[in-house]
C-alpha cells in the first residue's frame, strides 16, 4: 500500500514502518529518487535501532540471542563478537553450559547500562545485602554453593570480572566464621590430614 508523509518528520517513520514489515522505501536525494530495504529481515530484524542482535550458543546446543553492547562486560564475548562480525554467525561458548549462560546473559543484559558495585575485600561481614545492588543480591542470594562454583568458573573462562567478583563473594561470605572442617563440609572437600592436624588447624577458624 502506498503512504505518503505530511512532513519531514513523518517520512522518516514511514520509511522506517515500511522497511520493518518487508516493504520498499522510496526516498528523494538531491538528483534522483533511490529505494531502500531491509537487507536480510529474516537473519537480523529491522529494530530502529543501532541494535545489533548475536546468537550465543552454549556447549549443550542451545541458542541465546542477546545485544551485542552488553557483551562489552566479558573480554571473551566481545573478541568473539569482534571475530565474527556478521551477525547471521554464531558464537559458540565451548566450556559453558546453557543454564549457566542463561544465568550470564542476564547478568550482562542488567549491568549494560549499569556499572556492578565495587564488592570489599576482604567481606567485612557474612551479609551481602548491604554491600549488593538490590539486582545482584537477588540474582546471588538463591543460588546453592555447587551453582555458585558452576557459576563463578563459567564467569572467569568468559573474563566477566564483575560476575567472578560477585560469585566470588558469595561464596566467601559461607566460609566467614567456618572452621576448617565446616568449610570442608560446605564445599564437599576431602581431607587427606591426620587428626592432630585437623585439630591443630581447627584453632583458626576462616574469617
Known amino acids: 500500500m502506498k503512504e505518503t508523509a505530511k ?5 522518516l517513520n514511514l520509511a522506517l514502518d515500511c522497511m520493518k514489515s518487508g516493504g520498499v522505501a522510496v526516498l528523494p536525494t538531491d538528483t534522483v529518487y533511490g529505494f531502500s530495504a531491509a537487507a536480510d529481515l529474516k537473519k537480523q530484524p529491522f529494530l530502529g535501532t543501532d541494535e545489533r542482535i548475536r546468537k550465543i550458543k552454549s ?10 553492547k552488553c557483551l562489552e562486560l566479558s ?8 571475530d565474527f562480525a556478521d551477525v547471521s554467525e554464531e558464537l559458540p561458548v565451548n566450556e559453558v553450559d546453557s543454564k549457566n549462560l542463561e544465568k550470564i546473559l542476564n547478568y550482562l543484559k542488567h549491568h549494560k547500562d549499569e556499572k556492578p558495585k565495587e564488592i570489599p575485600k576482604p567481606l567485612p561481614s557474612p551479609d551481602l545485602k548491604p554491600l549488593l545492588s538490590q539486582w545482584d543480591y537477588d540474582f546471588i542470594t538463591p543460588l546453592t554453593l555447587e551453582e555458585c562454583v ?8 568468559l573474563d566477566i570480572e564483575g ?8 561464596l ?9 572442617e565446616e568449610a570442608r563440609e560446605k564445599f564437599g572437600i576431602k581431607c587427606d590430614m ?5 585439630k591443630e588447624m581447627d584453632k583458626y577458624p576462616l574469617d
Open 59 to 68: 556447549n549443550d546446543g542451545k541458542l541465546f540471542e542477546i545485544d551485542e
Open 7 to 11: 512532513n519531514e518528520g513523518d517520512s
Open 194 to 198: 591426620s587428626e592432630e592436624e585437623i
Open 75 to 82: 573480554k571473551v564475548l566481545k573478541g568473539m563478537a569482534n
Open 163 to 170: 560476575l567472578v567478583n560477585l560469585t566470588s563473594a558469595k
Open 172 to 180: 566467601a561470605s559461607e566460609m566467614i566464621n567456618c572452621s576448617v
Open 150 to 157: 558452576d557459576l563463578v568458573n563459567s564467569a572467569n573462562f
